[in-house]
């Protein structure tokens, strides 16, 4: 076996299906990994974070192989490998971790130190990540296997449910674990900044976590539309009411509980006069604005250190004019950084198995074939409230 195909970033604004290298049991750094084991893809998905690189929002090189995202099945198993066999179909967390630092130990595995020479944290087929080889492909090569890997308990079941599954690699445990950072709990009122998919599984989670309401905001109306369609309240940030007075409007009071941005760097600002100009601290101020005094604020969406597209100067190198002075006066609480999955994969994976969590339906999960990777990427870019998931070997159009 040593063919393989895979997601290149070409440019901005393209990329491709290429031929690439079979994965091997070897690290970026070119060292055996006999912790690893390798995978047949049996999904891996588009996300609004690659989505940052392909625009050329990022440093990230041309031909890079893209995907984070992975659910697969393991075809080859390292040497060092016990708890795993061939055969096993296993979600991917997207942070790459080590399992044996001090951040691993804590569950802080978005930070993990020995997986990326140049900073904390690692991940698949992402820019300054470690150089970890991406996932958006038919084959792909997990390290630190026994740690990495969530092996579901029963094939069969789990392929019955596996477009809900393929989100518990990233977007669902990222919108969860912005709800539990915001603070999330039975009555809450919520604000989420965001109708894209990590911003639906945030609201899929609130609903889990017991809110009594949640509201999305978006500047795009379909994605609005949709956001409806599966039972949340929404407002519409491209209408001249505020922010606040839009949130009074449906719950009496200008203020939520807790609030969520899943946004980030590339954000609009809100009127129809700045809904079409980037305010890359606009979600962040307006989210001090409508969250109570002493509330907590989750930020799950993605902001980076380097920005070489942005609109300002400061904002090139990750500088934001925010209100942080508000936020101090509110005593708020703020809660930034990468997801880390494994603190809460397992339980959202339960929570799917036993139909308490229907993630799917909430981010409009729409399969495509790996051929069809680069249309995908052109149609999430034009704002359609759909999460693309790749099928690289047709499991999911046989399991469905």
């Known amino acids: 076996m040593s063919g393989n195909r895979g997601v290149v970033y070409v440019g901005p604004g393209k990329v491709e299906v290429r031929s690439i290298a079979f994965p091997e049991l070897v690290d970026p750094a070119g060292r055996k990994a006999n912790h690893g084991v390798i995978l047949r893809v049996v999904a891996t998905n588009i996300c609004g974070s690659d989505q940052h690189m392909v625009r050329g929002r990022t440093t990230a090189p041309a031909g890079l192989v893209l995907g984070h995202e992975i659910t697969g099945e393991v075809i080859e198993v390292g040497s060092d490998v016990t708890t795993l066999q061939k055969g096993d179909l296993v979600s991917v967390p997207f942070n790459v971790a080590c399992g044996r630092c001090p951040m691993c ?136 009411a505020s922010l606040a007075e839009q949130i009074a409007g449906l719950l009496g009071e200008p203020e939520v509980d807790c609030a969520i941005d899943c946004v980030g760097f590339e954000a609009r600002g809100h009127g129809h006069a700045g809904s079409q100009s980037e305010a890359p601290a606009t979600v962040l101020n307006s989210l001090m604005e409508v969250t109570r005094a002493a ?66 339906e909430a981010v409009n999960v729409t399969v495509i074939e790996l051929d069809q990777a680069p249309n995908g990427y052109a149609e999430f870019d034009s704002g359609v409230p759909k999460k693309f998931v790749i099928d690289p070997h047709g499991s999911l159009k046989a399991a469905a």
Not at 310 to 319: F, I, L, P, R, V
Not at 349 to 360: C, E, K, P, S
Request: a neutral charge; one cysteine or more.
């Open 295 to 360: 509330g907590k604020i989750g930020i799950p969406g993605l902001y980076v250190t380097d920005d070489p597209g942005a609109a300002d100067s400061a904002a090139k190198h990750g500088s934001l004019s925010v209100r942080f002075g508000l936020g101090w006066a509110k005593s708020h609480s703020f809660f930034t950084g990468q997801t880390p999955v494994m603190k809460y994969n397992r339980n959202l994976m339960q929570a799917i198995l036993w139909d308490r969590l229907n993630i799917a």
């Open 105 to 240: 130990k804590a569950q802080n595995t978005g930070v993990c130190l020995n997986v990326n020479p140049a900073r904390a944290g690692g991940a698949y087929g992402y820019v300054d990540m470690g150089g970890w080889i991406g996932g958006q492909a038919e084959f792909v090569m997990v390290p630190y296997a026994d740690f990495n890997l969530l092996k579901f308990p029963d094939r069969d079941r789990a392929m019955a449910k596996i477009r809900d599954l393929t989100c518990l690699s990233d977007i669902l445990p990222t919108g969860y674990h912005g709800a539990v950072t915001a603070g999330v709990g039975p009555g809450s009122t919520v604000y989420i900044a965001g109708a894209g998919p990590v911003g639906m599984a945030a609201a899929a989670s609130a609903r889990l976590l017991g809110a009594a309401v949640t509201i999305v905001g978006d500047v795009n109306p379909t994605r609005l539309e949709h956001a409806r369609r599966v039972g949340f309240e929404t407002v519409d940030l491209s209408e001249d």
